[in-house]
């Protein structure tokens, strides 16, 4: 299993590595089986999964929901929870007792938390009581608001310096990864080679050590016309699509249920089975993936 360890020795070693989100336990349990050694559950299924603005609106309730099927689907892959808005921001004793909820009740390895300032403090804690933190600098995406849109940031020199200072202080609190997101590459390189601890970069450029996409973004199942900073490495929405207008064409035509897809009756001939199983169920095969939480 990954852990944290795990993560510094791949900057260490000097081995780049992927984190990607996932928010339910079959795409957990693919992406882990796939060898993806991080899987975020990040608070931006509040937009990609239940159809937000912003990332926001999400709840500790959401996010345990989701961090829960990730944890039961992922066997070998380090799990972070995101800690969504307001759920660290009110006090230390609150952002607390939230991580270990993560912890405890969504099965997750690690939390991750945007910002610095009181955040700087906050991971000390959580770090003094034994909860691995991931910081998150540069465009984070709760403080939507005060930066004016999902705008990249670190573009002057008193920004990048701000920046710059905050991971080293994050570092220095004891986080074990920082997430970068819509930096200057640059500024993503500096801070890169000013932390001993690894990196992972979001629309920062390829000089971190470490690189993260949200799933639907990297599938093609968000559509029209991708951020920049995004590769889409299928087109699943075309995919679906298709696959959803062959089906109601089947059912149109009669096509769809054939004689494979029947069940018969005692004593009369069996349909012919395009599987090898009689039980009416759906989902993956029993034995597989039944974890924790
Ligand atoms: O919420 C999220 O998915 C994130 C990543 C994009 C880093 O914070």
Redesign the pocket.
Known sequence: MTTVLDVQRFKDEGRRFAML?AYDFLSARILDEAGIPIL?V???LGMVMLGHPT?LPVTMDDMLMHAKAVSRGARQALVVG?MPFMSYQVSTEAAIANAGRFIQEGGMHAV?LEGAGPVVEITRRLAEVGIPVMG?LGLT?QSVHTMGGFKVQGKTDAQAARILADAKALEEAGAFSL?L?GVPSKLAVEITHALRIPTIG?GAGPGTDGQ?L?FHDMLGLTTGKAPKFVKRYANLAEEIARAATAYAEDVRTGAFPGPEHEYSTNGSAPAPSSGSTEEVRYGPPRDHGAGTP
Do not use: F, R
């Open positions: 989100t975020l990040g608070d931006s990332t995101d991750k998150h995406p997430v997101e979001i993260v949200v």
